[in-house]
C-alpha cells in the first residue's frame, strides 16, 4: 500500500491487561511518530523517531507507555497494565525527514479499555 | 462511524458558499502550521501548510493566512462541497521543540445542501 498503515484498527483491553499496537510506515520514510487523540480533542504528541532512534519521548504519559522502532522500519507501541484513561485513538505518522516534511498519518488504532 | 469532534465548534455552511475556519496559537516561537482535515474513522490528512515567514499560501480551493501580530491563522475554503465535511485541525511546529506537531482543537464543518 502507499499509505501508513496502522494495526489492529480496534482493540478492546480490560483493565490491567498490556497491549501492541503496530504502525508500518510509508517506505523510505526517516521520521515516525505517534499522537493519541481523545475523544472530542485533537491529536497529541506521544514520542518520535528518526530511523531507529528514538529521539523524543517527551510526550509519553507515563513509564507504561513504551515504543520501538528496531529496524528503523515498523514501529510498535506498548502500553502495559493499561487504564482506563487509556482509551482513545492511537496514530501513527510518518515523513521523509524532520523539519518541514508533511506528516502522513495512518487511520488509526482505537483502544478501549474496560 | 463515530465522530472524532462531539464537543468541538461547529460552522454550518450552505453549498457553495465559502468557508472560514480560525485557529489562534499561543506560542511565538511557532515557524510552521499546517491545516489538517480529519474524517469519521480516519486519520488526519494534510492540506495546506505555511511558514512563518510568509502571510498566506494558496492551493486548489484552500488558502491559508498567518497573522504573526496576533498570532491567528486561518483557513478559508471556496465554494465549499459536501466532501469537505469533516473536523479541520490546525497544528504547528514550534522552534527548538523538535519536528513534532502541536495540534489545535479543531473545527467540525458541515455543509448544508
Known amino acids: 500500500g502507499a499509505g501508513v498503515s496502522q494495526s489492529p484498527r480496534y482493540k478492546v483491553a480490560k483493565r490491567g491487561q498490556d497491549v501492541a499496537l503496530r504502525c508500518d510506515p510509508i517506505s523510505g520514510h526517516v521520521s515516525l511518530f505517534w499522537y493519541q487523540q481523545a475523544l472530542g480533542q485533537g491529536p497529541e504528541f506521544l514520542t518520535y523517531f528518526q530511523n531507529e532512534a528514538q529521539l523524543d519521548k517527551s510526550g509519553l504519559p507515563s513509564d507504561r507507555f513504551f515504543a520501538e522502532r528496531p529496524e528503523g522500519s515498523v514501529s510498535t507501541l506498548k502500553i502495559q497494565r493499561t487504564q482506563q484513561e487509556d482509551s482513545a485513538v492511537y496514530l501513527c505518522?510518518?515523513?521523509?525527514?524532520?523539519?518541514?516534511?508533511?506528516?502522513?498519518f495512518g487511520p488509526g488504532t482505537r483502544l478501549t479499555v474496560l | 462511524g463515530e465522530s472524532v469532534g462531539l464537543h468541538l465548534p461547529t460552522l454550518s455552511v450552505q453549498e457553495g458558499d465559502n468557508s472560514i475556519i480560525n485557529c489562534a496559537y499561543s506560542?511565538?516561537?511557532?515557524?510552521?502550521f499546517i491545516w489538517y482535515k480529519q474524517e469519521s474513522g480516519k486519520g488526519p490528512q494534510f492540506i495546506i501548510d505555511?511558514?512563518?515567514?510568509?502571510d498566506k499560501r494558496q492551493g486548489q480551493r484552500v488558502t491559508v493566512l498567518l497573522n504573526k501580530t496576533v498570532k491567528h491563522l486561518s483557513l478559508q475554503i471556496a465554494a465549499t462541497q459536501p466532501g469537505d465535511s469533516a473536523v479541520y485541525f490546525c497544528a504547528e511546529k514550534i522552534m527548538g521543540y523538535g519536528n513534532k506537531l502541536v495540534f489545535g482543537a479543531g473545527t467540525i464543518l458541515r455543509v448544508k445542501s
Open positions: 506560542n511565538s516561537a511557532s515557524d510552521y
Open positions: 505518522a510518518s515523513s521523509l525527514a524532520g523539519g518541514y516534511n508533511e506528516q502522513f
Open positions: 505555511i511558514r512563518s515567514n510568509m
